[in-house]
């Protein structure tokens, strides 16, 4: 079975440009989560999808979105790209989300110069 | 109410010694707490979780201790290895919403 896969693997923007990434889920798994990892922050969730519909939102500005197709794979955008938004970017996959093992990707390493 | 707070920020153990991560929480409604481990260039990894209607969770060298009244949970790491070396996470969800996450804790397993 494969696992969660994320393109591309390292990407490198300027401020002010924008960005899509790209995660494929196991086959099977309806639920995609998005989480921003940084060394000062950690692990910061960004946002969850289920069945093509946002179901969990965290606290990040509206520059970060995000949208799931019906094949469950999703994407997330950064608009107007700032020096602070370079971190690993992770996806995670479940069945459902309802505490159920999540599966993460390797991640999307941006760097924002 | 959201947080879970780990500690400590990073743990050095001797190979064979038992390493312990200790995790608090405040929202009482938390009913799904798993350890996550990552290697360098990796995505985390679950590697054990636990409900809150069990106080202890062995899977091998790897135990939970939870303790539902002090709101606190632990990751024991019994005859430690070299090759646990990595950043453990432990986390909280309750139902549908989002995983909160400790802030990591990094282990080194010295030979």
């Known amino acids: 079975k494969a696992g969660v896969t994320q393109t591309p693997r390292y990407l490198i923007k300027t401020r002010g440009q924008q960005v899509t990434l790209s995660c494929s889920p196991i086959s099977g798994h309806r639920s995609v989560s998005w989480y921003q990892q940084t060394p000062g922050q950690g692990l910061q969730f960004l946002f969850e999808?289920?069945?093509?519909?946002?179901?969990n939102k965290g606290n990040f500005p509206g520059r970060f979105s995000g949208r799931q197709f019906s094949n469950s794979r999703s994407e997330m955008n950064v608009s107007t790209l700032e020096l602070g938004d370079s971190a690993l970017y992770l996806c995670?996959?479940?069945?459902?989300?309802?505490?159920?093992?999540?599966?993460f990707g390797q991640g999307t390493r941006l760097t924002v110069v | 109410q959201q947080q879970v707070k780990q500690s400590p920020q990073s743990l050095i153990v001797q190979k064979g010694g038992i390493s312990i991560i200790n995790c608090a929480y405040e929202?009482?409604?938390?009913?799904?707490f798993p350890w996550y481990q990552q290697f360098p260039g990796k995505g985390p990894a679950l590697l054990i979780a636990?409900?809150?209607?069990?106080s202890e969770k062995k899977e091998g060298r790897f135990t939970i201790s939870f303790n539902k009244s002090a709101k606190q949970f632990s990751l024991h790491i019994m005859d430690s290895q070299p090759g646990d070396s990595a950043t453990y996470f432990c986390a909280a969800s309750r139902g549908y919403q989002k995983v909160t996450f400790g802030t990591g804790t990094k282990l080194q397993v010295i030979p």
């Open positions: 636990i409900r809150p209607d069990v």
């Open positions: 929202n009482t409604a938390f009913d799904y």
């Open positions: 999808y289920f069945s093509e519909t946002q179901r």
């Open positions: 995670a996959s479940s069945q459902d989300s309802l505490n159920t093992e999540a599966f």
